[in-house]
Nanobody
Framework: QVELVESGGGLVQAGGSLRLSCAAS????????MGWYRQAPGKQRELVAR???????NYADSVKGRFTITRDNANYMVYLQMNSLKPEDTAVYYC?????????WGKGTLVTVSS
C-alpha cells in the first residue's frame, strides 16, 4: 500500500509564494509519475504539474512560468514551488502517485490566495 501526505498549504496574499511538499511511503514502484492536482470549489479536479521518475515534467498552461515541480527520488518526495500566486489558484491541492493502472492520492492541502 502507498500513503501520500501533503504539507505546506496555507493563506497567502496575491503575488506571494508557497511551497507544497508531498511525502510518499509504502511499496513504491521505482518507475512512476508524481504530480499535483487541484480542485477549486464547484470545479473538477485538474492537473497542475507532473514529473516522472526520470525528471520529465509537464504543467497546466495556467501555471507555466509560475510553478515549478521537483522531486527527490531517494526520499520519495515531490515538491511544488508556487510563485506569483493569484486568487484563482485557490484550491485544495492533492498529491498524486501514478504507476501503470493505479493512481494513489493524498488527502489534500488547502491553498488560499487572498486578493
Amino acid at each position: 500500500q502507498v500513503e501520500l501526505v501533503e504539507s505546506g498549504g496555507g493563506l497567502v496574499q496575491a503575488g506571494g509564494s508557497l511551497r507544497l511538499s508531498c511525502a510518499a511511503s509504502g511499496s513504491i514502484a521505482r518507475i512512476n509519475v508524481m504530480g499535483w492536482y487541484r480542485q477549486a470549489p464547484g470545479k473538477q479536479r485538474e492537473l497542475v504539474a507532473r514529473i516522472s521518475s526520470a525528471g520529465a515534467t509537464n504543467y497546466a498552461d495556467s501555471v507555466k512560468g509560475r510553478f515549478t515541480i521537483t522531486r527527490d527520488n531517494a526520499n520519495y518526495m515531490v515538491y511544488l514551488q508556487m510563485n506569483s500566486l493569484k486568487p484563482e489558484d485557490t484550491a485544495v491541492y492533492y498529491c498524486n502517485l501514478e504507476i501503470p493502472f493505479i493512481n494513489y492520492w493524498g488527502k489534500g492541502t488547502l491553498v488560499t490566495v487572498s486578493s
